[in-house]
Nanobody
Framework: QVQLAESGGGLVQAGGSLRLSCAAS????????MGWFRQAPGKEREFVAAIRRRDGDTFYADSVKGRFTISRDSAEKMVYLQMNDLKPEDTAVYSC?????????????????WGQGTQVTVSS
């Protein structure tokens, strides 16, 4: 059984930074794609960023381009989301996801495993 555990959320002022981490444990799989999604109160879950294992290509939602950076460790068991210049509209529960589909990484349907999420709150 695979488990994903996020950490690094918290409260930050607008313009500040946070770094989220996601640790994969359990069976020794390497995933073709890992991503971050977020869900704000009263809103649907939305794609934030993803990284593809085979070539390291990264994908971002337009709303976070230039501010967020997704990366992974060499063992491919950790994925990170560096969030800079945070805005109040970034406030949400951020969840990491992992799967074996190397395309369409912007869609939640391509992921099999999900973490519980970590709260990010940005004050104005």
């Amino acid at each position: 059984q695979v488990q994903l555990a996020e950490s690094g959320g918290g409260l930050v002022q607008a313009g500040g930074s946070l770094r989220l981490s996601c640790a994969a444990s359990g069976r020794p799989f390497t995933f073709d794609g890992m991503g971050w999604f977020r869900q704000a109160p009263g809103k649907e879950r939305e794609f934030v960023a993803a990284i593809r294992r085979r070539d390291g290509d990264t994908f971002y939602a337009d709303s976070v381009k230039g501010r967020f950076t997704i990366s992974r460790d060499s063992a491919e068991k950790m994925v990170y989301l560096q969030m800079n210049d945070l805005k109040p509209e970034d406030t949400a529960v951020y969840s990491c996801a992992a799967g074996w589909v190397p395309y369409g990484l912007e869609s939640a349907s391509g992921y099999v495993y999900w973490g519980q999420g970590t709260q990010v709150t940005v004050s104005s």
